[in-house]
Nanobody
Framework: QVQLVESGGGLVQAGGSLRLSCAAS????????MRWYRQAPGNERELVAI???????NYADSVKGRFTITGGNAKNTVYLQMNSLKPEDTAVYYC?????????????WGQGTQVTVSS
C-alpha cells in the first residue's frame, strides 16, 4: 500500500506561480514513477506531467514550458512547479504513483488539491 498526500494548492492570479507537493508513504520502494493529473469541473481527468524512476519527464502540450515536475531527494516526494498560470489551469490536481513489483502493478491516487487561477 502507498499513501499519497498533496499540498500547495490555492488561489492565485493569472500569471502567478504555485508549487504543489506530493508526499508518499508506505511501500515507497515499489514506486516506479509518479504523475500529476488534473480535473476541471465537467471535464475528464487529464495527465499533466510524468517523472519516471530514472528522472525522465514528459508534459502535456498545454503546460509545456510553464510547469516542471521534479522528484525530491527521497524517492517518496514529487513536486509540480507551476508558472505563468492561466485561468484554464484551474482544476483539482491529483498525484498518482505507478507502483510495480514482481508480477504485479498498481496505481495509487492522492486526495487532490484545488488550484484556482483568477483572471
Amino acid at each position: 500500500q502507498v499513501q499519497l498526500v498533496e499540498s500547495g494548492g490555492g488561489l492565485v492570479q493569472a500569471g502567478g506561480s504555485l508549487r504543489l507537493s506530493c508526499a508518499a508513504s508506505g511501500s515507497v520502494f515499489s514506486i516506479n514513477g509518479m504523475r500529476w493529473y488534473r480535473q476541471a469541473p465537467g471535464n475528464e481527468r487529464e495527465l499533466v506531467a510524468i517523472i519516471t524512476s530514472s528522472g525522465s519527464t514528459n508534459y502535456a502540450d498545454s503546460v509545456k514550458g510553464r510547469f516542471t515536475i521534479t522528484g525530491g531527494n527521497a524517492k517518496n516526494t514529487v513536486y509540480l512547479q507551476m508558472n505563468s498560470l492561466k485561468p484554464e489551469d484551474t482544476a483539482v490536481y491529483y498525484c498518482y504513483a505507478d507502483c510495480r513489483g514482481t508480477g504485479w502493478a498498481r496505481g495509487y491516487w492522492g486526495q487532490g488539491t484545488q488550484v484556482t487561477v483568477s483572471s
